[in-house]
């Protein structure tokens, strides 16, 4: 394993806030998507219980307790961390995002002055599902039931991440998933495994149940200094009712793509750590330049390929 260089002051020193051009043309793209709706409800399904139909037509989620091994989450987490110093080296410069290897990693905005290894500034590391244990997971027979009924018979994963909540770092403001997907299908499923305990304390993820059932928001760019690119925010709703997803080790949620949500800060002294997929039904058009985050692969259907 690399062992990264502790951060200096100097780097701290070269940091410089995304301009505000930046992030008002990336709101302006994302809400060319605003005023789209997917009110569809699933009807008939294999295999999912009445009760969890009931929680996805009504809320916008299904919770799946223990869903998921500590042993698997603990490999993910080891995974991730080998994947980051593999194509961030000790000398590279300060980035807001580093590719190499297929992977693109998303580095923190905020300065984090306690930082000793390079995986304490990441926020995020996206297209890793087909690698290791992440593409496992993927190809997990009880997990294409669920999403089966949910999606239908023929099923992609076009989007992976990893997202590191480390000590100090902000959440991500209030949103909707399908904002970020031009597609000409909906909605699309994002699976979101607690590779990590989630407490109001570190950042646990919170959601507005019933939000799925209304249309895309406007999505207004975030005007928190040094706060990530791709960060927007929803402003124009009520979130009285927003609901903390206080999860264990190896939970999963699976939620709808219009179903709001966002993180709190992580006030802890300790890292929150998930791993987040999307799928899509097979043949989704994403229209003429796709996202370079995104990476479709069958999973389920026809999009398989067998010999």
Not at 251 to 269: E, G
Not at 287 to 301: A, F, K, M, Q, Y
Request: hydrophobic residues 35%.
């Amino acid at each position: 394993m690399i062992i990264m260089k502790k951060f200096s002051t100097e780097e701290f020193s070269e940091r410089k806030d995304l301009n505000k051009k930046s992030k008002e043309e990336f709101s302006s793209a994302v809400n060319k998507q605003k005023g789209r709706v997917s009110r569809k409800l699933i009807e008939k399904t294999l295999f999912i219980s009445s009760e969890q139909k009931k929680s996805w037509n009504e809320e916008g989620y299904i919770l799946l307790k223990g869903f998921c091994s500590e042993k698997f989450c603990d490999d993910l987490n080891k995974e991730v961390i080998n994947i980051i110093h593999s194509i961030i080296k000790e000398e590279d410069e300060f980035s807001h995002a580093y590719a190499g290897n297929g992977h693109l990693a998303i580095r923190e905005m905020k300065i984090n002055k306690n930082a000793k290894n390079i995986e304490d500034e990441i926020s995020k590391l996206f297209r890793i599902h087909s690698t290791g244990s992440f593409k496992d997971f993927i190809f997990r027979e009880d997990l294409l039931d669920i999403l089966e009924d949910l999606l239908g018979s023929d099923i992609d994963c076009f989007l992976s991440q990893f997202i590191f909540k480390n000590p100090g770092a902000w959440g991500q403001p209030w949103h909707q998933d399908s904002s970020y997907f031009p597609f000409d299908k909906e909605p699309q499923v994002g699976v979101w495994i607690a590779t990590s305990k989630a407490t109001l304390e570190n950042g646990c993820l919170v959601v507005l149940p019933e939000s799925h059932l209304e249309p895309l928001h406007e999505h207004l760019a975030d005007e928190r200094e040094n706060s990530n690119y791709g960060y927007t925010e929803i402003k124009d709703h009520d979130f009285s009712k927003e609901i903390p997803m206080l999860l264990d080790k190896g939970d999963v949620l699976i939620f709808h793509s219009f179903l709001m949500h966002k993180s709190y800060d992580n006030k802890s002294s300790e890292r929150r750590t998930a791993m987040v997929y999307h799928f899509a039904e097979t043949g989704t058009k994403f229209g003429d330049l796709d996202s370079p985050t995104n990476e479709w692969v069958s999973v389920r259907g026809k999009g398989l390929v067998h010999d």
